[in-house]
């Protein structure tokens, strides 16, 4: 089965400054990759997402995403972060060709003006 | 969006009562999954329906019971509510390929007094 752990539960950083989430899981076969953002009060959205191909994916609202493969990693970053980006972030894996995805536990971002 | 809508969006109910949420989606998917969503614990699958009649458990099913009588509704059903049942519940379909994105509804928050 596979698993999702995000290191980072709770970030503060300041407008401008850069942004990196951690998300690593567990899995020896195919994956797909997901990072979901939940701004307060909503449902989840799809940020980005990987499946095959250039491992670094761009997502919406300037976000992107490296996998990388021999450390089992979907980092999230952006290089700027803005007060609205405040919100929760949920890493997700998928294995190929199943239909269960495994969220991470989230990571809330604070951004202060 | 998606067009996924959940209702109710709140609902209090006391231990011991039967408690049914739905889920209503346009966009035929074969997909449907029901999720808790709780602090430190992120998204947890409670059920999941791969088609009209065929359902199978996630992680906590326990206390929970699905339906699936239509393509576009699923429902899920708490026999006798427990106040371990307090959480937000999350609706969330996919197309059934293998890249299985997920597509959230608005959520139904429900407390048990």
């Known amino acids: 089965a596979q698993s999702v752990s995000q290191h980072n539960h709770h970030v503060i950083l300041s407008e401008a400054a850069s942004l990196e989430l951690g998300c690593n899981y567990s899995y020896g076969g195919t994956v797909n990759l997901f990072w979901y953002v939940q701004y307060p009060g909503q449902h989840l959205q799809l940020l980005l997402k990987?499946?095959?191909?250039?491992?670094l994916v761009k997502g919406i609202k300037g976000f992107e995403a490296e996998f990388i493969k021999s450390k089992f990693s979907f980092n999230l970053r952006k290089p700027s972060v803005q007060w609205s980006d405040t919100a929760e972030y949920f890493c997700?894996?998928?294995?190929?060709?199943?239909?269960?995805?495994?969220f991470g536990t989230g990571t809330k971002l604070q951004v202060i003006p | 969006d998606a067009g996924i809508t959940q209702s109710p969006r709140h609902k209090v109910t006391e231990t011991g009562t039967p408690v049914t949420l739905r889920c209503h989606q346009t966009?035929?998917?074969?997909?449907m999954y029901w999720y808790r969503q709780d602090p430190g614990h992120g998204l947890r699958l409670i059920h999941y329906s791969y088609g009209v009649k065929d359902t199978d458990k996630g992680e906590v099913s326990d206390g929970y019971s699905v339906s699936r009588s239509k393509t576009e509704d699923f429902l899920l059903t708490l026999e006798s509510a427990t106040s371990s049942q307090t959480s937000v519940y999350f609706c969330a379909i996919s197309e059934g390929t293998s890249y299985n994105e997920q597509f959230f509804g608005p959520g139904t928050r429900l407390t048990v007094l």
């Open positions: 997700a894996v998928n294995a190929r060709g199943y239909q269960k995805v495994t």
């Open positions: 966009e035929n998917h074969r997909y």
């Open positions: 990987y499946f095959s191909g250039d491992p």
